[in-house]
């Protein structure tokens, strides 16, 4: 009895065991991400403006540009005796709704705020991964480029150029084709508010590369020496293969924590040059312009200048809190 029991132990000791599936890498950087609590609130936060601003017409109580001179600058939750609504945030200067107008902005300056990143990182991106893996001549000349571009004070040429190109947004010619793309998700005029808000993306992109550029250098000169490069390069494969292949995902965690902070970059340097007058300007709504003229009027109507302002500061602690959270998801380094 005591052999067949010992037998019986010895046959279920020989048995495989099943193994637990290892967790993917993406896998591991959403549940590191998680836990970072001021993160995930932000990209909820994030995700909520947004989705608000998309469907601002669906939602916002009155049209983007009505005017009603009699209730100028009326405080939150006053009613329209004509329309029979609400100003839930009050009206502006001219008696239009602050709160569709608010909706509106959002729309475009995010919208603003995400084209520009995603072209600065495209840019950045290409331009560090060919001078950090051609290295030579190629490297040297675009490195001179990229020094010379940081070298000028970015601002104040940010703020000559605007004022120079949206006298006449025409002095660029922006196809019609994009034109009408940007019309249609800003939900603004095809013709001077499209052709405005481009030169205002182009201004900032103009100087929004070099960061990203830099990045994607020094990382792809980290990775071009690597055994898997070379083995690559054994077997036949062409440079642009390689970079496409190998060399730009292994740069990709560090480009995504990038791109999240160069959405707060965009973001206020939409805010600034429309702040200033120089950017998209009346009646074209975003946050920068409402800004302008609500603190115009701060000392008689305090309760103004918040309404924009306090969707510019959140809008862009998220946009930092994210970045945050994707660093330390992505640290390998650091444990969650």
Known sequence: MATATAAGVDIAAREPVALAK????WTIVLRRFRRHRLAVFSLALIVVIFLASLIAPLIAPFSRDGVNPALRFSPPLTPSVEAGKIHILGTDHI???TFTRLLYAARITLSVAVIVATLSTLIGMTVGALAGYYRGIIDEALMRILEFMSSIPTFPILLILAS???QDPRLLPFPDFLVNIIS???LIDPQK???SVLVVILVITIFGWTGAARLMRGMVLSVRERDFIESARALGA???WIIGRHVVPNAFPPLIVAYTLSLAEGLTAEVALSFLG???TDPTPTWGNML???TQFMLTHPWAPLIPGIPVVLSSLAFNFIGDGLRDALDPRLKM
């Open 22 to 25: 290892p967790e993917g890498q």
């Open 95 to 97: 008696g239009r709704d």
């Open 164 to 166: 120079v190109l949206n």
């Open 184 to 186: 249609g998700i800003m």
């Open 193 to 195: 508010e499209s052709r």
């Open 238 to 240: 062409n440079n642009l």
């Open 278 to 280: 120089l950017g998209i």
């Open 292 to 294: 302008n003229f609500s």
